[in-house]
């Protein structure tokens, strides 16, 4: 029986590690010519971190493989910034006849005459979308060979421009800054994960799909592919702008089963797929480090039409530290953290979803600190952070143009986790935050300026949340690289206002789902 068994594991995990790494390209990356059509023969370290159990890839330049130098093209990557804002507009105007294009002199002198306003558009498009959108205004900067720091100006002129002079609706303040400066994290994010799937010296399908993945998550490469030739050309050197760190990719497929703690005891269940990316190596040879050089991305996508595509998004990357590492014993991180948060629910027949968590820190910054001990069969790490909250968002109770108030603050997150010998994983988070709307209107004051034809600027309904997750998870071996993987959520918030009675909100989430390390 334990023959049979360790003969099944390896068969399939076997068959996983080929389909996976002869169609997407990542896992044991053995290139030889004479089976894959390449031209070089790239050898990529693949190992399982003792502390995470995850198992991680580093991609190797070989031979006479250098890094592609760009010349910093200043000029080139404002002209794309402003034309990616024209391209968008002519297409709005001209073949989808939207009537917010038909901007004219007029309006834009409206827009510079009275100012940014707070709008009230949806949360996935303000706290998601306008972000992912900044990410292509900050890679026009990064493809045009300019630096992290000066970068970070780019997402914030094509939003400014936008805002400005593309659109007939009022400058909206939160847009400017979930594009941006959330921008500018997805933009970094986006610009390192796909230089790891974009390579040169690849051939016929697994050329084709690093292609597809690539363009995706970096449009705007993919645009300079196309037009220089780049995208079907076929080179000896696997053309990397960026030095390759150390990765990890894990995917995840389950079901979730969510439940409100009081109220109406609302039910809701769903499929879903995640992913979770962590990317760079934590303590390195200096003791210092360089913007996001380490970063974890995660994002579960729910597999039914009755709940948000994007249920919940995290990015946190690592823009500075102070590393004190000493093997054998404790070693610790002390960095500076860029966030981008993002937790989406809907409740069943149209009702609002108060006791289900609507959360957003689309521009957060924090000071954390990591420590991990390494052990001969025991593993531990704690990860601990406290973020200023710039702009972001929660639950609303009674603002009736929107399901969700603006709100800033602070936020608390801690991440506990303990293994045996990668054969089992406990993992605890903690969530805190401490937010604040500011300004708010009673019901009558918002009924009046409707009609009075206003649209409302305002944070929503004004006062204070305290929000509370907290998550418990065991992962346990089934065969070599995959886990099964059992976890509890529980979600409370209490949200006091100026002009309405508070709401406390209460749910917990099951999810049952398996995990396969790539």
């Known amino acids: ?18 389909l996976l790494s002869s169609f997407i390209g990542i896992g044991y990356s053995t290139c030889l010519a004479q089976d894959s059509g390449d031209l070089t023969l790239h050898k990529d370290s693949v190992w399982h971190d003792s502390i995470t159990g995850r198992r991680m890839h580093l991609q190797r330049l070989g031979g006479l493989d250098t890094l592609v130098y760009i010349k910093p093209r200043p000029l080139t990557a404002l002209a794309k910034d402003l034309g990616l804002n024209a391209t968008i507009l002519a297409w709005d105007h001209y073949v989808q006849d939207r009537k917010w294009a038909e901007v004219t002199a007029h309006v834009i002198k409206q827009h510079f005459t009275h100012g940014p306003r707070l709008d009230n558009d949806s949360f996935s498009g303000n706290q998601f979308s306008h972000p992912y959108h900044g990410g292509m205004f900050y890679n026009t900067a990064r493809n045009e060979g300019l630096s992290y720091g000066v970068s970070l100006l780019y997402p914030v002129i094509g939003s400014a421009s936008w805002e400005w002079l593309c659109e007939t609706n ?3 303040i939160n847009d400017l800054l979930s594009t941006g400066v959330g921008g500018a994290a997805i933009g970094e994010v986006t610009n390192r994960v796909s230089d790891i799937f ?9 050329r084709v799909v690093r292609e597809i993945i690539g363009s995706a998550l970096n449009p705007v490469r993919a645009v300079h592919r196309l037009i220089s030739g780049e995208m079907w050309r076929v080179s000896h050197a696997r053309g ?6 150390p990765y990890s990719f894990e995917l995840g497929v389950g079901t979730r089963f969510m439940g409100e703690a009081n109220g109406a005891r609302e039910h809701l269940s769903s499929s879903y797929i995640d992913f979770a990316f962590n990317y760079g190596d934590r303590f390195t040879t200096t003791g210092h480090s360089k913007p996001f050089d380490l970063f974890s991305l995660s994002l579960l996508a729910n597999l039914s039409s009755k709940h948000p595509t994007v249920g919940q998004f995290d990015i946190s990357g690592r823009l500075a530290s102070r590393q004190i590492h000493q093997p054998g014993h404790w070693s610790l991180d002390v960095g500076f953290y860029q ?3 993002y937790v989406e629910h809907y409740s069943s027949a149209g009702k609002e979803a108060h006791n289900f968590s609507i959360m957003s820190e689309a521009v957060s910054f924090g000071g954390g600190l990591y420590a991990e001990r390494r052990a001969t069969q025991t593993h531990f790490f704690n990860d601990c952070m406290l973020s200023a909250v710039v702009f972001g968002g929660t639950n609303s109770d009674y603002y009736s143009l929107r399901r969700y108030n603006y709100a800033s603050g602070l936020s608390l997150r801690n991440t506990t986790q303990f293994s045996i010998n990668r054969r089992a994983i406990f993992i605890g988070k903690l969530y805190c935050a401490r937010l604040y709307s500011f300004l708010g209107y009673t ?11 206003i649209d409302p600027s305002c944070w929503g309904d004004q006062g204070n949340h305290s929000v509370i997750t907290t998550e418990l998870n065991s992962q346990l071996n089934i065969i070599k690289n995959m886990r099964l993987g059992i976890g509890y959520q529980y979600f409370l918030r209490r949200s006091n206002y100026k002009y309405f009675p508070s709401v406390t909100a209460k749910s917990y989430e099951w999810k049952l789902g398996i995990i396969y390390s790539i």
């Open 198 to 206: 974009f390579d040169d010296s690849r051939r016929g399908l697994n």
């Open 339 to 341: 966030n981008l948060k």
């Open 1 to 18: 029986m334990k023959l049979q068994r360790s003969i099944t594991q390896r068969i399939v995990s076997t068959i996983l590690s080929i």
């Open 240 to 245: 990397k702008h960026l030095q390759p760190q």
């Open 443 to 453: 019901t009558a004051e918002i009924q009046q300026q409707l009609a009075d034809g």
């Open 170 to 172: 009022p400058p909206s």
